[in-house]
């Protein structure tokens, strides 16, 4: 029998992307107040690895990786992506988004992003979430799996992500 152990805080982040016209400061201030100081943000980075937004968003998509200061437990991620629909839908024009806020946590051992979509190879949280683990720890990085999203699996993700795991492992 293996004995039962609460696990560690984990470091919350945030992929925002959205498209020229969006108020993303805005959108990243809402963010700030309900999960804290950012940690991280990066740079203004052009999303062009996939057209699956385009008819919503437009062509010129755009994405900022924030990562907060405060840790969380593990099943904040829930109420997290609860939160950052309700942000979505806050900044509609028209009935289409123009902003995507996709949270998730980093450990010392993988990236799990929230989603509302089942599939194969997500687990049910609660209150209609679900996890993907989208990258995995292995040999000194962040590693992608056959099902992780093309531009998580980028080399510029992976190394903003592995510097972010140096910060999270700093502060437990």
């Given at each position: ?47 062009a690895f996939t057209d699956y937004y385009e008819e919503e968003f437009g062509s010129e998509m755009q994405r ?89 699996s980028s080399g510029e993700m992976i190394g903003m992500f592995n510097k972010l795991r140096e910060k999270y492992r700093g502060k437990l």
């Amino acid at each position: 029998m293996g004995t039962i152990l609460i696990p560690r805080e984990v470091m919350l982040f945030c992929s925002v992307l959205f498209s020229k016209d969006t108020p993303v400061e805005e959108a990243l201030s809402l963010l700030r107040q309900d999960y804290g100081e950012f940690a991280y943000r990066s740079h203004t980075m052009p999303f062009a690895f996939t057209d699956y937004y385009e008819e919503e968003f437009g062509s010129e998509m755009q994405r900022i990786l924030v990562a907060f200061e405060p840790l969380v437990p593990r099943n904040a991620l829930p109420d997290v992506k609860i939160r950052t629909n309700q942000i979505e839908s806050s900044f509609m024009h028209n009935g289409k988004r123009r902003i995507n806020l996709d949270p998730g946590i980093l450990t010392q051992e993988n990236i799990c992003l929230a989603t509302t979509k089942p599939y194969s190879h997500r687990i049910y949280l609660d209150k209609g979430i679900w996890a993907e683990v989208t990258l995995i720890y292995r040999k000194d990085s962040y590693r992608g799996l056959e099902w992780s999203y093309p531009d998580y699996s980028s080399g510029e993700m992976i190394g903003m992500f592995n510097k972010l795991r140096e910060k999270y492992r700093g502060k437990l």
